[in-house]
């Protein structure tokens, strides 16, 4: 099966400090990018997604930027909490729909 | 339904049984994913369904792995002749518009 980068690193991070997760994508004719938090035994759920004509989106305490130049993703989550602390996971959507899951980080907030 | 629903949410079966696992999507959802995610590791794109068709199938790992959908509702995930290897989690994900992509809980798969 597809995905890009199955070892997952760790960031550690202390509780108020922003963070930042970065992934590499695949595919330069990628339209649609998706960042998803992972929980201990969920499923993925949404945090923010960005267009390829855009670099920069911003949510609550989210920022996602794109680099479309290296293929590059960041995720920025401002004033980190205990309850950020999970499994963050890029994933880019191909022509046709396809959603294809990058590099996983995990993410360790201590207080 | 609320949101993707997946059964069982556990399955723990001998090597060489065939499983079925089952995946029930958010009402008027046409597209259908499957992953699989091994311990500690990302989520492997398997099959994806639009509508009833599955127009790619190219991350199924083998011929003992199957899947349909009827209805332009549910779907199962057939496993047959179960090996250790397949042990993993397996999510669906079910979408009407691009990147709203819903995720349920998986169903965790264990061959002894």
């Known amino acids: 099966g597809e995905s890009v980068g199955l070892h997952l690193p760790t960031l550690s991070v202390q509780e108020g400090d922003n963070s930042i997760i970065n992934c590499a994508y695949s595919?330069?004719?990628?339209?649609?990018f998706i960042w998803y938090k992972q929980e201990s035994g969920k499923g993925p759920q949404f945090i923010i997604d960005?267009?390829?004509?855009?670099d920069k989106r911003q949510g609550q305490r989210v920022t996602v930027l794109l680099n479309k130049t290296v293929k590059h993703l960041s995720l920025q989550i401002a004033a980190t909490q205990p309850g950020d602390s999970a499994v963050y996971f890029c994933?880019?959507?191909?022509?046709?729909?396809?959603?294809?899951f990058g590099q996983g980080t995990e993410l360790s907030v201590k207080p | 339904g609320a949101g993707v629903s997946q059964s069982p949410s556990n399955k723990v079966t001998e090597k060489g049984k065939d499983v079925e696992l089952r995946c029930d999507p958010i009402?008027?959802?046409?597209?259908l994913y499957w992953y699989r995610q091994r311990l500690g590791q990302g989520l492997e794109f398997l099959i994806y369904f639009q509508g009833n068709s599955a127009p790619d199938k190219s991350g199924l790992p083998s011929d003992r792995f199957s899947a349909e959908r009827t209805g332009e509702s549910v779907s199962t995930l057939t496993i047959q002749r179960t090996q250790q290897e397949d042990s993993a989690v397996y999510l669906c994900?079910?979408?009407?518009?691009?990147?709203?992509?819903?995720f349920g809980s998986g169903t965790r798969l264990t061959v002894v």
């Open positions: 595919n330069s004719a990628s339209d649609y």
């Open positions: 960005i267009r390829s004509n855009m």
């Open positions: 994900a079910s979408s009407l518009v691009v990147s709203g992509y819903t």
């Open positions: 009402s008027g959802h046409t597209a």
């Open positions: 994933a880019e959507i191909l022509q046709g729909g396809k959603l294809i």
